[in-house]
């Protein structure tokens, strides 16, 4: 299958460097709106977060080379102006919002767009509802949040065993590109309807920066039972580059305890189909998480059952890198 990458920003650059470490996988082609095209293999092959490639690109005449691969660079504002006749699925880590009815009339097998969104066939974490996929029919799949993929296989594993009634979580998040590094006027997001938000603009270097988060909105794309009405939610931005953090509290019907819900964690890390749910017991802080391809893990020592009912987790993920595994691995599965 060959693949074309609609974009090489933070995600789809995590994409491109594992695609390059997996036999299955084949991108050949990029389309990217920078034109500068000896920026687009710089920022490639250099990252200050996950180091330098050994095998670095060239860019020369739309074409990025190394030792063992060649990949196209396309340079178009829409996927509706790229020629898709060499081209079988289409993995849009473009982060931006797309024209449904454009993606559905591209002549391409499947798309995975790396963003949650009601509009498309269906949106799969792993973990959660797999199962559900029909290869026949769903052409445009979402592969949800980042943070959706790391809560919510734990979620319903509680939910699947104890039922939940209610709770809360709070997603303790990277900065972002979007952030600014000293204070500065608000900051608009245009794919997220957001017209001024006053906190992003404050120095994302120098506070942690509360937020509202759409984590349980994409959960609800995937579980409906999971949604705004059972879980509240909210975020904090912390200035670290990668690594995420979950803090979450969750009322059950059926009783438990600590010993019980741990045992049940790693029965499930022993017999997964994927690299999903990671079980944590040693004194590790978020950095020893970076690069890591479990999008779940559950560290022990921070999780709890008071008065039977209560369950209280911390879930780390690597936001990057471990949602871009379960991107390719969700194209995978789709493959098979």
């Known amino acids: 299958m060959k693949i074309l990458l609609n974009g090489v920003g933070r995600i789809g650059k995590a ?34 977060t996950y180091g330098t490639l050994h095998d670095k690109f060239v860019a020369k005449e739309s074409v990025l080379k190394n030792s063992t691969t060649s990949i196209a660079i396309l340079n178009h504002s829409s996927l509706s102006d790229v020629d898709m006749r060499e081209i079988d699925i289409v993995i849009d880590a473009s982060g931006s919002s797309v024209d449904m009815d454009m993606l559905r009339g591209l002549d391409v097998r499947y798309i995975f767009l790396t963003h ?36 919510l296989p734990i979620l319903k594993l509680i939910d699947d065993n104890y039922h939940i009634k209610c709770g809360d979580i709070v997603t303790i998040h990277p900065l972002l590109n979007h952030q600014r590094v000293l204070d500065s006027g608000c900051i608009g997001n245009t794919d997220r309807g957001v017209e001024c938000n006053l906190e992003f603009g404050r120095s994302a270097t120098q506070n942690i920066i509360p937020s509202q988060t759409t984590t349980i909105e994409a959960c609800s794309h995937i579980l409906p039972q999971i949604d705004a009405t059972v879980i509240s939610s909210n975020s904090l931005r912390v200035p670290t580059p990668t690594v995420g953090a979950i803090a979450v509290t969750l009322f059950v019907e059926k009783s438990t305890t600590k010993d019980k819900l741990l045992k049940l964690c790693q029965g499930y890390e022993e017999n997964q189909k994927y690299d999903i749910l990671l079980n944590n017991d040693e004194a590790l802080v978020s950095s020893d998480f970076q690069s890591q391809r479990y999008t779940t893990i559950i560290d022990h020592r921070f999780s709890e059952v008071i008065q039977d009912n209560m369950i209280k987790l911390l879930i780390w993920y690597d936001n990057e890198w471990g949602y871009a595994s379960k991107v390719l691995d969700i194209v995978k599965f789709t493959l098979k």
């Open 15 to 48: 994409i491109l460097r594992l695609a390059l470490e997996d036999e299955q996988i084949a991108i050949v082609a990029i389309n990217e709106i920078n034109p500068n095209q000896k920026s687009i293999a710089y920022s490639i092959n250099y990252d200050s």
């Open 116 to 151: 949650p969104s009601r509009d498309v066939d269906i949106s799969i974490v792993l973990g959660a509802n797999e199962s559900d996929l029909d290869k026949n029919s769903h052409k445009i799949i979402s592969t949800s949040s980042c943070n959706a993929t790391a809560l």
